[in-house]
């Protein structure tokens, strides 16, 4: 009997493909000195203006390349460019922050001849520290995009800071007949427990659809995968997630009343997923990523609520890097969160090792749980039993590199 395939089972991750994959898109990053040697400055460009759609942080410090971008995007809800430096967050910096992103702005605007309200920028690194505004103008003028894998790899280089790894990925689905591709790149490791977005988060799409559609899709599928990632508990000054759709796939004009609607919405909640979990992966000093995976609640809302309350304790961060299956850290997580539950109801497991059953304990062989939280991915599983409510968050464990990473970050 023929069964329809779900929309999640519609998407397709193309694993060799990235931020140019989708039609009409070029980048490149340059080393404009702001680093010692690493690149420090990249572009994205659309061929031609695209919709647009963003969330920020909600931090009250928000940093002036945020506000400039803000303002570039309200005026005519249209992007073309995105211009991005890490070293430097340009943040708490007054007038001359926001003078100096303005700057910014006017030059990647005239290196390629468009509009300066057409551009975004951002930054990342190390907050209250003014812009070398003369490598800046010098990298800009250098700066060079392309459609090749090396032009992608040359920007996603240009936005880490004390990233590990490059975080990419690229997913594709057919809506109205043609195939509509998303690409993305991210930055993060420190610094990660947002509240709207997280860290810098890039994405492409060739997809056809206004901006208002588009933030009304990125704004749901946020609260759903970068806002339930955690590493550390500090929300950054400078979090920033930014699509461009610059409708070249040729699908018609995507809205919540066309048919492929929940699709589109499926391929941006993806790929969103998909950078968040390689974020919360790479936490600084990390060497696992936790999954946690709670049911039974009375609300969605309240059970991603939980499952980040689990990821963001530094008591079950720090048993699992110490592989110690000690279910009592994650009961204390879940106790001191506001959702409603119910205390003798709670199911725990560990994997596929179950420990807790109706708050419970139930007996379980130490040696299999130690060599299973061994695992460079932790899945942890809640079940509260008081509702139909469900939901994810994804952390990383705490090792003592992350202390020596952020006691030494400006040094």
């Known amino acids: 009997m023929y069964q329809a395939m779900t929309d999640k089972q519609l998407i397709k991750k193309i694993p060799d493909g990235g931020i140019l994959t989708p039609k009409g898109f070029q980048c490149g990053g340059v080393h404009a000195g702001l680093r010692y040697a690493k690149h420090d400055l990249g572009m994205i460009v659309s061929e031609k203006p695209a919709s647009c759609a963003a969330v920020y942080t909600t931090s009250h410090f928000q940093a002036a390349p945020l506000v400039v971008t803000q303002q570039s995007i309200a005026k005519e809800k249209i992007l073309q460019a995105i211009?991005?430096?890490?070293?430097?967050?340009?943040?708490?910096?007054?007038?001359?922050?926001?003078?100096?992103?303005?700057?910014?702005?006017?030059?990647?605007?005239?290196?390629?001849?468009?509009?300066?309200?057409?551009?975004?920028?951002?930054?990342t690194g190390v907050i209250g520290e003014f812009m070398q505004m003369e490598k800046i103008e010098s990298g800009i003028c250098k700066l060079a995009t392309g459609k090749k894998a090396d032009d992608a790899r040359d920007f996603q280089t240009a936005i880490l800071t004390t990233d590990t790894v490059m975080k990419s990925c690229c997913y594709s689905a057919e809506i109205d007949g043609m195939t509509v591709s998303m690409g993305g790149a991210a930055k993060g490791s420190g610094m990660i427990h947002p509240n709207m977005a997280t860290m810098l988060g890039f994405l492409t799409t060739d997809a056809n659809i206004s901006s208002e559609n588009l933030t009304a899709a990125l704004k749901n599928v946020t609260n759903t995968t970068f806002n339930q990632i955690t590493v550390d508990g500090?929300?950054?000054?400078?979090?920033?997630?930014?699509?461009?759709?610059?409708?070249?796939?040729?699908?018609?004009?995507?809205?919540?009343?066309?048919?492929?609607?929940?699709?589109?919405?499926?391929?941006?909640?993806?790929?969103?997923?998909?950078?968040?979990?390689?974020?919360?992966?790479?936490?600084?000093?990390?060497?696992?990523?936790?999954e946690i995976s709670v049911?039974?609640?009375?609300?969605?809302?309240?059970?991603?609520?939980?499952?980040?309350?689990?990821?963001?304790?530094?008591?079950?961060?720090?048993?699992?890097?110490?592989?110690?299956?000690?279910?009592?850290?994650?009961i204390g997580a879940i106790g001191q969160s506001q959702a409603s539950l119910n205390p003798k109801t709670v199911d725990i497991s560990l994997g596929e090792i179950t420990m807790l059953k109706n708050s419970t304990p139930v007996a379980f062989d130490e040696d299999q749980a130690r060599e299973y939280l061994l695992n460079d991915k932790v899945e942890i599983f809640v079940d509260l039993h008081v509702g139909e409510g469900k939901g994810m968050a994804w952390g990383c464990d705490l090792s003592y590199d992350y202390v020596k990473i952020n006691a030494s970050y400006r040094t």
């Open 83 to 123: 211009v991005v430096n890490s070293a430097c967050a340009n943040a708490c910096t007054g007038e001359q922050g926001y003078q100096d992103a303005l700057k910014m702005r006017s030059l990647a605007a005239a290196k390629i001849g468009i509009p300066e309200h057409h551009v975004a920028v951002a930054s």
């Open 234 to 290: 500090d929300t950054s000054t400078n979090d920033m997630v930014l699509v461009m759709a610059n409708g070249s796939a040729g699908n018609q004009l995507l809205n919540p009343d066309h048919p492929d609607w929940p699709v589109f919405v499926e391929l941006l909640k993806e790929s969103c997923a998909s950078l968040a979990k390689q974020i919360a992966k790479d936490g600084e000093g990390a060497t696992k990523l936790i």
């Open 295 to 330: 049911a039974g609640a009375m609300s969605d809302e309240e059970a991603r609520v939980i499952g980040k309350q689990i990821a963001g304790s530094n008591l079950v961060k720090t048993a699992v890097y110490g592989a110690d299956a000690n279910w009592g850290r994650i």
